[in-house]
């Protein structure tokens, strides 16, 4: 939400404001106040908010002339898992009036849009090309974990610009991120265990560091535009989660590289991964 605020023109920034747990409570309050007297167009909220009645309160006193809800697909992906608020929406929609609703995701397969369709109401669904001819794809096979590094090692010394490793755990995060500051990469780790995670990706953001190596928990609302390329040393769990990791390369238009890299060995580990996810 911080680097959309900050992505802003200046006119509309003034007017817009971001409401999260990181900002302190009497701060808060006076965002409530401001945004039910009308000050502020543009609200940046996550779903979590709308269970808090001060929220709904000001939101009602303000009024609503087009509720969005960014990366849509989570009302499917994550509504009956760990954040069920998600379900909550359509409540929220109910209380503050039902105002207009635009839903937007880059990564809906038909049973996920179905189901956005069932939890935010009757929606009118438009489809775009989601083809992006300045992405180039490319599959490349390693001996094996070794050989792997050492790859993608090569890639972040070859590639110019800023670059996104995906790992799929914490450890091996930490542990490309060293492997590639030790052959003389600009690198940090990025991951849900991280204290200082906003100054990493606002190292990245501004390019003081070149090269995030991050779990999936880096990538929602980022929007760096001249990202050169993104890796993944691990396969991704979907072709869903692939092109939403892989389609944050390029988005400034100009050539940009998305690698996947993988041994043998992968698809057995895949399956062990997705098998405890159930």
């Not at 939400?1 to 817009?16: F, H, N, S, W």
Request: hydrophobic share 40%; with cysteine; proline share 4%.
């Amino acid at each position: 939400m911080k680097d959309q605020l900050d992505g802003l023109p200046p006119g509309v920034r003034e007017k817009a404001t971001v409401i999260n747990s990181q900002i302190p409570f009497d701060e808060v309050r006076t965002r409530l106040r401001d945004m039910a007297a009308g000050r502020y167009k543009l609200v940046y909220v996550a779903p979590e908010r709308l269970r808090q009645r001060q929220f709904l309160h000001a939101l009602q006193q303000a009024g609503i002339s087009l509720f969005v809800v960014d990366e849509a697909h989570c009302v499917s992906l994550w509504g009956f898992s760990f954040r069920p608020d998600y379900l909550f929406i359509r409540e929220a929609l109910r209380e503050v009036g039902n105002p207009p609703v635009l839903a937007l995701t880059a990564t809906a397969s038909p049973a996920t849009e179905q189901e956005i369709c069932a939890q935010l109401g009757n929606l009118e669904v438009v489809r775009t090309n989601v083809f992006r001819p300045n992405l180039c794809f490319e599959v490349l096979r390693a001996a094996n974990n070794s050989a792997k590094y050492a790859l993608a090692v090569e890639l972040c010394n070859h590639i110019a610009g800023p670059l996104i490793v995906y790992v799929r755990s914490r450890a091996g995060c930490e542990d490309m991120a060293m492997t590639l500051r030790q052959n003389g990469v600009d690198a940090e780790a990025y991951h849900a265990g991280c204290a200082d995670r906003d100054a990493i990706q606002e190292r990245f953001m501004r390019s003081e560091t070149r090269v995030i190596v991050a779990t999936i928990a880096f990538g929602m609302g980022v929007d760096k535009s001249d990202v050169r390329g993104v890796i993944h040393l691990n396969l991704p769990k979907s072709l869903e989660d692939y092109a939403q990791e892989a389609g944050r390369a390029g988005r400034d238009g100009q050539l940009s590289r998305c690698i996947l890299l993988y041994t043998s060995a992968d698809k057995g580990q895949l399956t062990t991964w997705l098998n405890q996810d159930q």
